[in-house]
């Protein structure tokens, strides 16, 4: 069983910067691939990024270029650096471990 937590969420402005964090415990976290969705009002959950235990990345056409994640396997967290935001990433980001445990998500809204 793992609990997985995310915080970091808030409003910024287009073209702005936000890092958003995931915090998990209660697993062997250094063993799961770990990945971030979001979900926009009224769209289907999107799958945004993924880092493998050993560091490999991967990202949506979407947000290549612009997010960056990264993992502390000592610390069991992986982060996700957003820049130059776009209205359009306007969204609930949501932790998922291994494919299976997932947060409640952190509403990011990116707005003038």
């Known amino acids: 069983q793992v609990q997985v937590v995310e915080s970091g969420g808030g409003l910024v402005q287009p073209g702005g910067s936000l890092r958003l964090s995931c915090a998990a415990s209660?697993?062997?976290?250094?063993?799961?691939?770990m990945n971030w969705y979001r979900q926009a009002p009224g769209k289907q959950r999107d799958w945004v990024a993924s880092?493998?235990?050993?560091?490999?990345?991967d990202y949506a056409d979407s947000v290549k270029g612009r997010f960056t994640i990264s993992r502390d396997n000592a610390k069991n967290t992986v982060s996700l650096q957003m820049n130059s935001l776009k209205p359009e990433d306007t969204a609930v980001y949501y932790c998922?471990?291994?494919?299976?445990?997932w947060g409640k998500g952190t509403l990011v809204t990116v707005s003038s």
């Open positions: 209660g697993g062997s976290f250094n063993i799961y691939t």
């Open positions: 998922n471990c291994g494919g299976r445990y």
């Open positions: 880092i493998t235990s050993g560091g490999y990345r």
